[in-house]
């Protein structure tokens, strides 16, 4: 068998194109896919976290057709939210753009809720799994209790029409985490901690409830009093903002493997 020649990827720098608060969005947003792809989260390249430009009505994604292991600072493209390409780095040999259901989804958002600064979806099997479920996620255990009040989007194919958006963001309203019916999971916050530590905690709610189901024994639910008790203590006002503590930890486990994704 002959071999054949494969694109060398070469991501040149962007660091000095863009403004430090653009730069440092980068930075976090890489790392953000870093540790999707540590946690078991990624799904190859198509799922995708955006945060919004510090400034600016645009926002960053990831380059359709890399893998969330590789991402780095400079190869996330900037786009407005009209799909439109306004910035991005020279790959080499690849010439990398949006994939088109990561904008419709992440635009909507982004363009409807101002206060939202990044936004997460996933495909991973349990939230798939939990998606699929009539009954939707449960709040067995104190970690699904966070998410008592969570949103739900009924599946109408993939997300390629921009007619999707507005039905999206209106499912979506005041929730911080969607469950989108036969599809997987979202979850949004005004910064790229917030909505990690978001999907972390739910995408173990998943886990922790299909484990449960899968004893076949009775579950056991909890009081309908604890439950909103205990939903309460998780909200914002009530203990300080989800990833303040954890995130510069995060950034160092991620220093100790691999730390190009600053790059």
Not at 153 to 175: A, F, I, N
Not at 198 to 208: I, P
């Amino acid at each position: 068998m002959l071999d054949r020649p494969t694109p060398t990827l070469t991501i040149a720098s962007m660091r000095d194109r863009v403004t430090p608060a653009e730069w440092q969005a980068r930075i976090d947003l890489a790392a953000c896919y870093r540790l999707m792809a540590l946690y078991g989260m990624a799904d190859m390249g198509a799922n995708h976290v955006s945060v919004r430009v510090p400034g600016e009505d645009t926002f960053l994604i990831n380059p359709y057709g890399m893998m969330y292991e590789e991402i780095t600072a400079s190869s996330l493209i900037k786009i407005d939210h009209l799909g439109n390409v306004l910035a991005k780095t020279d790959f080499g040999g690849f010439d990398f753009g949006v994939n088109r259901a990561g904008f419709v989804i992440h635009s909507a958002i982004h363009q409807a809720k101002h206060e939202i600064g990044c936004v997460i979806h996933t495909h991973t099997w349990p939230g798939m799994a939990i998606s699929s479920l009539e009954c939707g996620l449960l709040p067995l255990t104190q970690t699904a209790m966070r998410f008592a009040k969570i949103a739900y989007h009924d599946y109408k194919g993939v997300v390629l029409d921009l007619e999707m958006q507005e039905e999206l963001v209106r499912d979506l309203g005041d929730c911080n985490a969607m469950i989108m019916y036969n599809h997987g999971l979202l979850t949004v916050g005004e910064t790229i901690p917030q909505a990690f530590n978001a999907m972390h905690r739910l995408e173990l709610s998943c886990k922790a409830q299909l484990a449960a189901m899968a004893c076949n024994t009775p579950l056991r639910p909890a009081r309908e009093d604890v439950v909103a008790a205990t939903y309460k203590n998780y909200q914002p006002g009530t203990r300080r903002a989800y990833g303040v503590m954890e995130w510069p930890a995060l950034l160092r486990q991620l220093d100790r493997i691999d730390g190009s994704y600053a790059d």
